[in-house]
Protein backbone atom coordinates (compact mmCIF):
# COMPACT_ATOMS: atom_id res chain seq x y z
CA UNK A 1 0.00 0.00 0.00
CA UNK A 2 1.24 3.32 -1.02
CA UNK A 3 0.78 4.97 2.56
CA UNK A 4 2.42 8.45 0.59
CA UNK A 5 -1.55 8.66 -0.54
CA UNK A 6 -2.62 9.81 2.65
CA UNK A 7 -0.42 12.48 2.72
CA UNK A 8 -2.50 14.32 0.26
CA UNK A 9 -5.39 14.62 3.20
CA UNK A 10 -6.07 17.98 4.55
CA UNK A 11 -5.02 18.01 8.25
CA UNK A 12 -4.62 21.29 10.29
CA UNK A 13 -2.71 21.35 13.76
CA UNK A 14 -5.08 22.13 16.94
CA UNK A 15 -4.19 22.25 20.38
CA UNK A 16 -7.08 20.33 22.56
CA UNK A 17 -7.23 21.49 26.28
CA UNK A 18 -9.79 20.50 29.18
CA UNK A 19 -9.39 20.65 33.42
CA UNK A 20 -8.02 17.60 35.37
CA UNK A 21 -7.78 17.83 39.25
CA UNK A 22 -8.45 21.65 38.64
CA UNK A 23 -5.72 22.42 36.56
CA UNK A 24 -5.42 22.66 32.63
CA UNK A 25 -4.31 19.85 30.48
CA UNK A 26 -4.04 19.61 26.75
CA UNK A 27 -2.38 18.01 23.67
CA UNK A 28 -1.70 18.84 20.19
CA UNK A 29 -3.29 16.62 17.63
CA UNK A 30 -3.88 16.84 13.82
CA UNK A 31 -7.46 14.88 12.98
CA UNK A 32 -10.20 17.58 14.26
CA UNK A 33 -13.27 17.20 11.60
CA UNK A 34 -16.48 18.63 11.60
CA UNK A 35 -19.00 15.92 11.20
CA UNK A 36 -22.34 17.16 11.21
CA UNK A 37 -24.40 20.87 10.77
CA UNK A 38 -27.03 20.29 12.59
CA UNK A 39 -26.33 20.13 15.13
CA UNK A 40 -22.74 21.03 14.82
CA UNK A 41 -20.47 18.19 15.67
CA UNK A 42 -16.88 17.78 15.25
CA UNK A 43 -15.19 14.31 15.81
CA UNK A 44 -11.18 14.12 17.53
CA UNK A 45 -8.67 11.57 17.80
CA UNK A 46 -6.32 11.48 20.85
CA UNK A 47 -4.04 8.16 21.18
CA UNK A 48 -4.94 6.61 24.22
CA UNK A 49 -1.15 7.07 25.74
CA UNK A 50 -2.05 10.81 25.86
CA UNK A 51 -2.25 11.62 29.21
CA UNK A 52 -5.39 14.43 27.53
CA UNK A 53 -7.23 11.29 26.28
CA UNK A 54 -8.07 9.85 30.12
CA UNK A 55 -8.88 13.80 30.91
CA UNK A 56 -11.43 14.63 27.93
CA UNK A 57 -13.11 11.33 29.19
CA UNK A 58 -13.25 12.77 32.59
CA UNK A 59 -14.60 15.84 31.71
CA UNK A 60 -16.71 15.01 29.21
CA UNK A 61 -15.88 18.74 27.72
CA UNK A 62 -12.62 20.31 26.10
CA UNK A 63 -11.74 22.68 24.02
CA UNK A 64 -10.05 23.04 20.41
CA UNK A 65 -8.12 25.77 19.46
CA UNK A 66 -6.71 26.16 16.12
CA UNK A 67 -3.11 27.20 15.75
CA UNK A 68 -1.91 29.40 13.21
CA UNK A 69 1.01 30.08 10.86
CA UNK A 70 2.92 32.03 12.84
CA UNK A 71 2.64 29.46 16.14
CA UNK A 72 6.28 29.16 17.55
CA UNK A 73 7.82 25.63 17.69
CA UNK A 74 7.84 25.78 21.62
CA UNK A 75 4.42 26.28 21.59
CA UNK A 76 3.86 23.15 19.36
CA UNK A 77 6.63 21.13 21.44
CA UNK A 78 4.97 22.12 24.89
CA UNK A 79 1.70 20.75 23.94
CA UNK A 80 2.92 17.92 21.10
CA UNK A 81 5.63 16.48 22.77
CA UNK A 82 5.27 16.66 26.52
CA UNK A 83 2.74 15.30 29.16
CA UNK A 84 0.39 16.97 31.34
CA UNK A 85 1.33 14.09 33.94
CA UNK A 86 4.71 15.05 34.41
CA UNK A 87 4.02 19.19 33.98
CA UNK A 88 1.88 22.28 34.18
CA UNK A 89 1.48 23.38 30.18
CA UNK A 90 0.00 26.34 30.91
CA UNK A 91 2.80 27.22 34.05
CA UNK A 92 4.53 30.99 32.02
CA UNK A 93 1.75 30.25 29.35
CA UNK A 94 -0.12 33.67 28.14
CA UNK A 95 -4.05 31.71 28.25
CA UNK A 96 -7.64 32.75 27.91
CA UNK A 97 -10.58 30.54 29.52
CA UNK A 98 -13.79 30.05 27.19
CA UNK A 99 -16.96 28.40 28.87
CA UNK A 100 -13.83 27.78 31.90
CA UNK A 101 -11.38 25.73 29.51
CA UNK A 102 -8.26 27.08 29.55
CA UNK A 103 -6.72 27.65 25.96
CA UNK A 104 -3.86 29.23 24.61
CA UNK A 105 -4.06 33.27 24.43
CA UNK A 106 -1.62 33.52 21.38
CA UNK A 107 -1.04 32.08 18.22
CA UNK A 108 -4.67 30.55 17.64
CA UNK A 109 -7.46 32.60 15.28
CA UNK A 110 -10.48 30.05 16.88
CA UNK A 111 -12.03 28.70 19.59
CA UNK A 112 -14.50 25.23 19.46
CA UNK A 113 -16.43 24.11 23.49
CA UNK A 114 -17.02 21.44 22.70
CA UNK A 115 -19.05 18.41 24.71
CA UNK A 116 -18.90 14.78 23.94
CA UNK A 117 -21.59 12.94 23.42
CA UNK A 118 -19.76 9.17 21.88
CA UNK A 119 -16.48 8.14 22.62
CA UNK A 120 -15.23 4.96 19.95
CA UNK A 121 -12.50 3.04 20.51
CA UNK A 122 -10.37 3.30 17.72
CA UNK A 123 -7.72 0.80 18.57
CA UNK A 124 -4.61 2.82 19.45
CA UNK A 125 -6.77 5.87 19.46
CA UNK A 126 -9.77 7.00 20.99
CA UNK A 127 -12.51 9.23 18.93
CA UNK A 128 -14.86 11.37 20.39
CA UNK A 129 -17.60 12.86 19.21
CA UNK A 130 -19.00 16.28 20.49
CA UNK A 131 -21.28 18.90 19.93
CA UNK A 132 -19.78 21.93 19.54
CA UNK A 133 -21.32 24.23 22.84
CA UNK A 134 -19.82 27.54 21.43
CA UNK A 135 -17.45 29.23 18.81
CA UNK A 136 -15.49 31.87 18.43
CA UNK A 137 -13.22 33.37 15.55
CA UNK A 138 -10.15 35.09 17.35
CA UNK A 139 -8.90 36.39 14.30
CA UNK A 140 -8.13 36.33 10.34
CA UNK A 141 -4.50 34.51 10.74
CA UNK A 142 -4.33 31.61 8.19
CA UNK A 143 -4.74 28.17 10.02
CA UNK A 144 -1.66 26.35 10.21
CA UNK A 145 -2.03 23.01 7.81
CA UNK A 146 -0.10 20.12 8.71
CA UNK A 147 1.83 20.49 5.12
CA UNK A 148 2.99 24.22 6.15
CA UNK A 149 3.73 22.58 9.49
CA UNK A 150 5.95 19.93 7.64
CA UNK A 151 7.55 21.82 4.60
CA UNK A 152 7.84 25.53 6.38
CA UNK A 153 8.24 24.85 9.74
CA UNK A 154 10.41 21.58 9.59
CA UNK A 155 8.73 19.96 11.63
CA UNK A 156 8.20 16.19 12.52
CA UNK A 157 5.59 14.45 13.92
CA UNK A 158 5.01 12.30 17.28
CA UNK A 159 4.58 8.51 16.75
CA UNK A 160 1.52 8.77 19.12
CA UNK A 161 0.17 11.05 16.34
CA UNK A 162 -3.15 9.60 14.07
CA UNK A 163 -1.03 10.56 11.23
CA UNK A 164 2.28 9.61 12.06
CA UNK A 165 5.24 10.33 9.40
CA UNK A 166 8.91 9.16 9.80
CA UNK A 167 11.31 11.49 9.25
CA UNK A 168 13.18 12.39 6.07
CA UNK A 169 16.97 11.96 6.16
CA UNK A 170 18.42 15.88 6.18
CA UNK A 171 20.76 16.95 3.57
CA UNK A 172 24.53 16.43 5.07
CA UNK A 173 25.73 20.48 4.08
CA UNK A 174 26.42 20.76 7.16
CA UNK A 175 26.50 18.72 10.55
CA UNK A 176 23.55 18.50 11.94
CA UNK A 177 21.99 16.75 15.17
CA UNK A 178 18.27 15.85 16.01
CA UNK A 179 16.66 15.28 18.54
CA UNK A 180 15.11 11.70 18.59
CA UNK A 181 12.34 12.55 20.82
CA UNK A 182 10.77 15.72 18.67
CA UNK A 183 13.17 15.57 15.53
CA UNK A 184 14.23 18.89 16.13
CA UNK A 185 17.52 20.04 14.17
CA UNK A 186 20.74 21.90 15.55
CA UNK A 187 23.15 22.60 13.24
CA UNK A 188 26.62 23.27 14.32
CA UNK A 189 29.64 20.47 14.53
CA UNK A 190 29.15 20.09 18.31
CA UNK A 191 26.24 20.41 20.42
CA UNK A 192 27.11 23.24 23.25
CA UNK A 193 27.62 22.34 26.58
CA UNK A 194 24.20 21.81 29.10
CA UNK A 195 22.36 21.91 25.66
CA UNK A 196 17.87 21.39 25.92
CA UNK A 197 15.81 21.11 22.57
CA UNK A 198 13.85 23.89 22.76
CA UNK A 199 10.95 22.11 21.68
CA UNK A 200 10.93 19.50 24.14
CA UNK A 201 13.29 20.22 26.44
CA UNK A 202 15.40 17.32 26.35
CA UNK A 203 19.07 17.10 27.40
CA UNK A 204 22.03 16.39 24.64
CA UNK A 205 21.81 12.74 25.40
CA UNK A 206 18.81 12.60 23.18
CA UNK A 207 20.38 13.97 20.20
CA UNK A 208 21.58 12.03 17.26
CA UNK A 209 24.10 13.14 14.61
CA UNK A 210 23.33 12.99 11.15
Keep these: MDMTALYKLSCGLYVITTVDGGRGVGCVVNTVTQVTAEPVQVMVAINKE ?11 RFAV ?3 TESAPMELIGRFGFRSSKDEDKFEGLKAVEFKALPCPAEHVNAVLVC ?3 ETVDAGT ?3 FIAEVEDAETLSKEPSMTYAYYHQVKNGLTPPKASSY ?3 APAPAAVTRWQCSVCGYIYEGEELPAGFTCPVCKQGAEVF ?3
Design 50 to 60: NFTAGAVQRAG
Design 65 to 67: SVL
Design 115 to 117: KVK
Design 125 to 127: HLL
Design 165 to 167: QAA
Design 208 to 210: KKI
